[in-house]
């Protein structure tokens, strides 16, 4: 089975975000109607992903001057994510993601009014090396080191008569996503594996490009603590289910030094709120080495937002989409994901189609 073990990908990091001048409601159930049965599924996944949203404290005039950083594993990967490597040696994964955004939504999830004829674009590269070891402390198993970098370009275009117009930096690198990873033995059903899991705690270096006077920038500006846990479990011969649930605590960071003026207002730091993340998939084999499929992602913040170590009221981000996607395994080397993504639930963040690809080789 082929290594699909991989961290954050980078989208754009929308830095003094808006979010005092909205006002949310809890995110609402997703209704199951007549979709079929695997949407239907899908989309409950993502709900209950979702559902960890509590209401938020309030503090009406404090202003959101950093918003979460977007340099994560939203939808980068996604089918046998949690069949990773075991025997020692190096694999490399290579990913391109490309966003069109079009909307920026407000707290009840609506187009805000402050932005008009949004258009930003994304186009993101980056590359991950991971080794695993020769050290198998349970026999069948393996730990290793995975490290990964990206680099992204961003446009941002705004009407003339748009109240708020959002700038970027342009081309630059973003935060280096460094840890170890333990992966699980595989658990056979004769010659075929069928359960695998793997864990990973990455830390998140705050090494990326960040400019306190733009709103989009490739680095976060702040240090975070990112566990993750992958799955994946192959139902039947031809069946495979995939999820990822991530947890990240975002640090203090005083590198967005440009809040919205507000009289008397002395900012000395911004500080993101903690989030629980995850994707989701299936995927059907509609040849031995081809597999068609649904993916999708979603995130939402634990904690709001804070502005001088006080909560900034209507600021938590949640968000899910979802899509089709595709898996194409060239040898016992080399696989290839293609995923689309396409907005559910956009609250207090971008929202736009976003395409992704995953490439992986194994040395």
């Known amino acids: 089975m082929m290594i699909l073990h991989s961290t954050p990908i980078v989208a754009p990091s929308v830095g003094r975000s808006l979010h005092h001048l909205s006002r949310l409601r809890e995110p609402r159930a ?3 109607g007549s979709a079929p049965r695997w949407l239907r599924a899908a989309v409950w996944v993502g709900a209950a992903l979702l559902a960890v949203v509590a209401p938020q404290a309030r503090a009406e005039s404090m202003p959101d001057t950093i918003s979460p950083p977007k340099g994560i594993n939203l939808g980068s990967t996604s089918f046998f ?3 990773g490597r075991t025997v020692e040696g190096w ?3 290579e990913y391109n993601r490309y966003e069109d955004l079009t909307r920026i939504t407000d707290y009840d999830g609506k187009s805000s009014p402050l932005f008009k ?3 930003i674009q994304v186009f993101v590269v980056q590359t991950q090396v991971s080794y695993t070891s020769n050290w198998h402390p349970f026999g069948g198993d393996g730990v290793g080191v995975s490290a990964l970098l990206p680099v992204a370009d961003f446009s941002s275009h705004f009407d003339q008569n748009s109240p708020v117009k959002l700038s970027n930096n342009g081309f630059g690198v973003g935060d280096l996503n460094i840890g170890p990873f333990y992966q699980s033995a595989y658990v056979m059903d004769g010659a075929r594996p069928v359960f695998a899991w793997r864990a990973q705690l ?3 270096a705050p090494t990326g490009n960040v400019d306190g006077q733009r709103n989009i920038n490739q680095g976060s500006g702040a240090w975070a603590i990112n566990p993750f846990i992958a799955i994946t479990w192959v139902v039947l011969p031809q069946l495979e289910l995939s999820t990822r649930i991530n947890y990240q605590y975002n640090t203090q960071t005083s590198r967005f030094d440009s809040p919205p003026p507000i009289p008397g207002l002395v900012y000395r730091n911004g500080q993101a709120g903690q989030m629980v993340f995850g994707n989701f998939d299936a995927s059907y084999a509609v040849l031995p080495n081809a597999y ?3 993916n999708g992602y979603a ?3 634990l904690t709001p937002d804070e502005t001088n170590g006080q909560v900034v009221a209507h600021s938590r981000e949640t968000e899910m989409s979802i899509g089709p996607g595709g898996r194409y395994v060239f040898d016992e080397s080399n696989a290839l994901n293609v995923n689309m993504y396409l907005p559910v639930v956009a609250r207090n963040t971008t929202s736009g189609l976003q395409f992704n690809t995953q490439f992986v080789h194994r040395f």
């Open 30 to 32: 997703l209704p199951g």
């Open 81 to 83: 994510d949690g069949f």
């Open 91 to 93: 694999t490399l994964l």
């Open 117 to 119: 004829g949004t258009d």
């Open 202 to 204: 990455s830390v998140v």
């Open 292 to 294: 068609v499929g649904v």
């Open 299 to 301: 995130l939402g913040e």
